[in-house]
C-alpha cells in the first residue's frame, strides 16, 4: 500500500519539503483523539521477548529512530506510535543556525538512497530543552550533540560541554557527533586527540551528576581500521560507553544513479542502501576486536529485514533507521521486530 499508492506521491515532491510537511502531520495527528490509539495498535508489536537492557536502560524492542528526524525534539511521541523504541533528537547545536543552502537533500530511487548536505539546521539545544520539558517523552530519548558551524575546531569543545549540560536532564543517552561530512572540518574531530579532549570535558561535567548518562560516538563508515582503532582504545579506555555506527558516507562507489546526476547533486553525505555493507563491516569489526562487549547502536542502509538482522548478527545490541524508514513506510519497525520475533 504505502509503496504502491502512498510513496509515488510523497516522492513527486522535494524531499525537504515532505518533511515539513510531515512533521506537521505528525503534530496534528497527536492531538486528534483516538487516532494515536489506531495507530498504535496497528504498527506497534510488544513482546517481553523483544526487549533490550543497553548501557543500564530498558529498550521496549531494539528499533529506534536515527538522529536528523526530529532535529527540534517536537514529534518524538507521535513517532512513537511506529514501533519506535527510541528516538536520537539533533543533532543540536548551541545556537540555532540554518544550515547549508537548499537545496540540500535529495533522493536516489534506484539506490534506495538519500544524499543530504543539512549541515546541523537546528533551533538550539535551548529550544529542544523547552520542547522536552513541554512534552514529556514517552519512549527512550537520546541526545546527539555537534557544534555550531561558525565555531571552529580549536574551540568546539565548549559547545560540546554546552549542548551537553543543558540537555543532560531531558534525555536517557548522548551521542557525541564528529562524523558528519556537511559542516566543514567537523570530521577532523575523530581523531583521537580532540576526541578525548572533548570527552573527558564531558566526563567531567557527568560526574558531579546523580544521575549518570551514558556517552556513545557516532562514527563515520568511511573511518579505516587504524582508525577504528582508536575509537576501541577510547572504549577501552573507558571514555565511551558505545558507538552508533554509522553516519552517513562520503563514497558514491557501486551506485546506479548516473554520474551526471551525481555531479550535479555534489557534495553530501549518502545514506540508505548503498551503504548497508560497509556499516555493517564497521560493526563487525569494533564488536570482533573488543570480544562482542562493546555497546553498538547499529544504523546504516537498513532498508530491509536482513539487513536488520545482518547488523545485529555483527554485533549491534540495538538498530536505527532512517532512510529505509523513508523508502519502506510506516509499517516497517513492525516488520523488522516480527522477523527479530521469528528468529528466536
Ligand atoms: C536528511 C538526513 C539528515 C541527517 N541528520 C543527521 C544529524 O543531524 N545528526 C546525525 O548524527 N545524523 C544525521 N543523519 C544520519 C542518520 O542519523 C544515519 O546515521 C544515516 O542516515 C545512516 O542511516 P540510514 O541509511 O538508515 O539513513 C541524517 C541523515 C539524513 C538522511
Excluded: W
Excluded at 562493546?294 to 532512517?322: C, F, H, R, W
Amino acid at each position: 500500500m504505502y509503496k504502491t499508492f502512498i510513496r509515488p506521491i510523497l516522492f513527486k515532491i522535494q524531499p525537504e519539503t515532505i518533511h515539513h510537511v510531515i512533521v506537521k502531520f505528525m503534530k496534528v495527528v497527536s492531538v486528534i483523539p483516538g487516532l494515536s490509539y489506531l495507530l498504535k495498535q496497528f504498527y506497534t508489536i510488544s513482546s517481553p521477548k523483544l526487549e533490550r537492557e543497553f548501557l543500564g536502560i530498558k529498550f521496549a524492542n531494539p528499533v529506534g529512530f536515527a538522529a536528523g528526524f526530529d532535529k527540534d525534539a517536537e514529534i518524538y511521541n507521535p513517532f512513537s506510535l511506529f514501533g519506535f523504541s527510541f528516538i536520537e533528537i539533533g543533532t543540536v547545536t548551541p545556537k540555532a543556525q540554518s544550515g547549508n543552502p537548499k537545496p540540500r537533500m535529495f533522493r536516489l530511487k534506484s539506490d534506495s538512497a538519500l544524499i543530504n548536505r543539512m549541515g546541523f539546521n537546528n533551533k538550539g539545544v535551548l529550544n529542544a530543552v523547552k520542547n522536552i520539558n513541554k512534552l514529556p517523552s514517552k519512549i527512550i530519548l537520546g541526545g546527539n550533540i555537534g557544534k555550531n558551524t561558525k565555531t571552529t575546531n580549536e574551540d568546539a569543545v565548549n559547545d560540546y560541554k554546552y549542548a551537553f549540560t543543558h540537555l543532560y536532564d531531558c534525555v536517557d543517552y548522548f551521542v557525541v557527533n564528529v562524523s558528519c561530512p556537511n559542516v566543514s572540518n567537523l570530521t577532523k574531530l575523530q581523531d583521537k586527540d580532540s576526541l578525548d579532549k572533548i570527552i573527558n570535558e564531558l566526563i567531567k561535567i557527568r560526574a558531579a551528576k546523580d544521575i549518570r548518562k551514558p556517552i556513545l560516538l557516532k562514527i563515520s563508515p568511511d573511518l579505516n581500521n587504524n582508525q577504528l582503532n582508536d575509537i576501541i582504545s577510547l572504549y577501552t579506555d573507558s571514555l565511551i560507553d558505545g558507538v552508533v555506527a554509522t553516519n552517513t558516507s562520503v563514497s558514491r562507489d557501486s551506485l546506479l544513479e548516473s554520474k551526471k546526476r551525481l555531479t550535479e547533486i555534489g557534495n553530501g553525505g549518502l545514506s540508505g542502501s548503498p551503504i548497508s555493507k560497509r556499516s555493517t563491516e564497521v560493526i563487525r569489526y569494533l564488536s570482533e576486536n573488543t570480544g562482542g562487549k562493546m555497546p553498538i547502536i547499529g544504523v546504516g542502509g537498513i532498508n530491509s529485514v536482513e539487513d536488520a538482522i545482518e547488523k545485529l548478527d555483527a554485533g549491534a545490541t540495538l538498530l536505527q533507521v532512517y532512510t529505509g524508514f523513508i523508502y519502506n513506510g510506516p509499517g516497517f519497525v513492525k516488520k523488522i521486530n516480527k522477523a527479530i520475533l521469528k528468529r528466536m
